[in-house]
């Protein structure tokens, strides 16, 4: 995991250095040139994102925190899987969002907080949730929540700045040109900075799902859990996807890319249960998977891998 984590940083390191040229362009051009200041400034926005981080995700996704008795499906899973794991229990969240999916973030391992949303409750069984589970617990026990927390603060600010002020700002303003400059120049930054986030976001998913199945859950478990999370993003609407436009990389899946990833995964339920048990896998063990050009684009403008690439990678582990 050690590769990981020096990945992981590497690219904390790069946005921080994105982090300081705006700083220090903004500051230059309102006449302050001491570089001492940029550096304390731009260490302050990270430490700003590194305290606030989790409890934006929280608002955003409208997480509930709960109790045993709420949910001891839920507890006993995540309890069970910790202690596999050999890191503390993390709080367990409910989000109030209809989606289908799961999330782990915080400052820690011992800050750690894995919530599901009411969606994915109602999609998957008990096997199919411990499966995703356990994808989410390895990202804690990897130590990648906190570099993503940091890394996806930026841009989910940008995005719903843009959003903001390039659809309603200039309807409360006549004027409308600061607005939609200040709309444009949000929108970029979220570009750039998200394509980082991209990019940490599909690495950290390869060693999640290695992760998971090193705590003791069946490759076909996974694989079943990503096809119905699959299955169940893309019935939902655009509204439902654009609430949660800013946070994908905490996500199992890219819901927005769900309509196009049905058509390939229906294709390894042969029998059409509406699961991929292990006869499927192995069959596509053994076969070549070539993405076109406009497939490896998609994959490069995603939070995560390709998902029949990344059922594939499933097909190789023995759980």
């Given amino acids: ?60 996704m409208r997480v509930r925190y709960i109790k045993r008795e709420e949910n001891p499906r839920l507890f006993q899973a995540v309890e069970s899987l910790a202690q596999r794991a050999g890191i503390p229990t993390p709080k ?89 400059l200040i709309g444009v120049a949000a929108f970029v930054f979220y570009f750039l900075t998200n394509l980082l986030v991209l990019y940490a976001s599909r690495i950290r998913e390869y060693f999640a799902d290695r992760g998971a199945i090193a705590l003791g859950i069946r490759p076909s478990a996974l694989a079943t859990s990503l096809y119905k999370l699959v299955y169940g993003s893309a019935r939902m609407d655009k509204e ?15 819901p927005s890319r769900a309509l196009s990833e049905i058509k390939e995964l229906s294709q390894l339920d042969i029998d059409r249960s509406g699961t991929i048990d292990a006869s499927e896998l192995d069959l596509l063990r053994n076969k070549k998977i070539s993405l076109g050009f406009s497939d490896r684009l998609l994959e490069a403008l ?11 990678q499933l097909s190789t582990y023995r759980g």
């Fill in 1 to 60: 995991m050690f590769f990981l984590q020096l990945r992981m940083w590497f690219l904390t390191a790069i946005l921080f250095a994105i982090v300081y040229a705006v700083v220090s362009w903004f500051s230059f051009s309102a006449g302050i040139t001491n570089v001492y200041f940029h550096l304390i400034l731009a260490f302050g926005m990270m430490l700003v994102q590194y305290m606030v981080g989790p409890k934006l995700v929280e608002w955003s």
């Fill in 92 to 180: 367990i969240g409910i989000a109030a969002v209809a989606l289908p999916n799961a999330f782990a973030f915080g400052r820690s391992i011992r800050d750690g907080r894995v919530c599901v949303t009411e969606g994915i409750l109602r999609l998957l069984n008990d096997e199919e949730l411990k499966a995703v589970l356990g994808h989410e617990l390895s990202h804690l026990k990897n130590r990648d929540v906190l570099t993503i927390t940091l890394l996806s603060i930026i841009p989910m600010i940008m995005y719903r700045l843009a959003w903001q002020f390039l659809f309603y700002g200039r309807r409360r303003d006549e004027r409308g040109g600061n607005t939609l």
């Fill in 240 to 254: 439902s996807l654009k609430e949660v436009e800013g946070l994908k990389a905490f996500f199992v899946n890219d």
């Fill in 302 to 312: 995603s939070t995560h891998p390709n998902m029949l690439k990344r059922i594939k």
